[in-house]
């Protein structure tokens, strides 16, 4: 396929995010015109979003707008002048803990966001509609794996709530407009361009400045890390397999869980530095496991991640050492 073969763009919300991108960058070099869309949230610095907006402006194919997603007349516009036919719904407030002081700013932007992108998607013909949910909608258990056909969870946190509802509304705009609607649930990605304020990205800054770094618990909770070219690589399958599908929802994990323990350990390893620990109690709304099941997405989209966490942190690694530089 040639950029010049499709007329359309796809639009990636949250395009100068961590995974929007990287999934931004991945989907042009499929020859796809590629429609950022982005309003440089202050949740983290600007700044960092700026810089990835630099990178992406190298990329053939790329288009960066800025603004927000619950704007309806700017996202009919944008649909209607750059001839969107897929979207790539990235865009969110992100952070379990945040969303607990302020429930009602994430259920406005990630639920009413969501609701407006589908429909003027749905308005304006689009049929391929792939959206970012997440690990969290499985609230809090300690069964593993995690199957997308497990019963529905209680939420334990408003971030979790937001997704879960936002994976009804596809299910819902998939069975009432005949959308074709998918749902990715995002397992811990992590690697260059991480936000800040996530855990392998934070407890680096703080070991290399020589400060105590946050340790909720015992340390015994697992999590399923997972590279961000893995998640990239099943963003960009789900689009391919997107047309014709109905709705479908597929976990982007690496099935593999590592402790909070292990976790510092290999930070550790790849820093030369001892963690100094600040131990806290377990955060309201975290969850004590995450672990993706890949079986259904290896099946119908071919994903299979290939990135070990020691590999992983070693790129990260190097990718923050580029920074400080």
């Known amino acids: 396929m040639t950029q010049s073969s499709r007329a359309g763009a796809v639009l990636v919300t949250g395009a100068a995010g961590f995974i929007g991108s990287h999934a931004a960058a991945a989907l042009a070099s499929t ?21 990835n907006l630099s990178d992406l402006a190298a990329v053939s194919g790329f288009k960066h707008v800025e603004g927000d997603i619950r704007d309806r007349d700017l996202v009919r516009r944008l649909f209607r002048d750059e001839r969107i036919d897929e979207v790539v719904h990235l865009a969110a407030k992100a952070g379990v803990r945040p969303s607990i002081e302020d429930p009602a700013l994430y259920a406005d932007v990630n639920v009413t966001g969501t609701a407006v992108l589908l429909d003027v998607a749905q308005r304006s013909g689009v049929r391929a509609f792939v959206m970012a949910s997440s690990s969290s909608v499985y609230g809090a258990r300690t069964d593993a794996p995690f199957r997308e056909s497990d019963p529905p969870a209680v939420a334990i946190s408003p971030y979790a709530c937001s997704k879960q509802a936002c994976e009804l509304l596809g ?16 397992f811990n990605a992590y690697g260059p361009r991480q ?49 014709g599908r109905g709705y479908r929802v597929y ?13 510092v350990a290999a930070l550790e390893r790849v820093w030369g530095v001892r963690a100094v620990l600040e131990h806290l109690p377990a955060s309201p709304g975290d969850v004590p496991l995450t672990c993706a099941d890949g079986t259904l997405a290896a099946d119908e989209i071919g ?12 790129l990260f690694a190097a990718w923050y050492q580029g920074l400080r530089t």
């Open 303 to 314: 994903y299979r991640p290939t990135t070990s966490l020691d590999v992983g942190v070693r």
């Open 195 to 243: 936000r800040p304020d996530m855990a392998i990205h934070k407890f680096s800054a703080q070991m290399l400045a020589g400060k105590p770094i946050p340790f909720y618990g015992d340390g015994s909770m697992r999590r399923d890390h997972t590279y961000v070219a893995d998640v990239v690589a099943g963003v960009v399958r789900a689009l391919d397999h997107a047309h």
């Open 251 to 263: 976990n982007l994990g690496n099935s593999v869980t590592v402790s909070l323990n292990d976790l």
């Open 171 to 186: 299910k819902t705009f998939a069975a009432l407009h005949g959308m074709d609607v998918t749902a990715l649930r995002f």
């Open 31 to 51: 020859g796809r015109r590629v429609v950022g869309l982005d309003n440089l949230d202050p949740y983290y610095d600007p700044a960092i979003k700026r810089r």
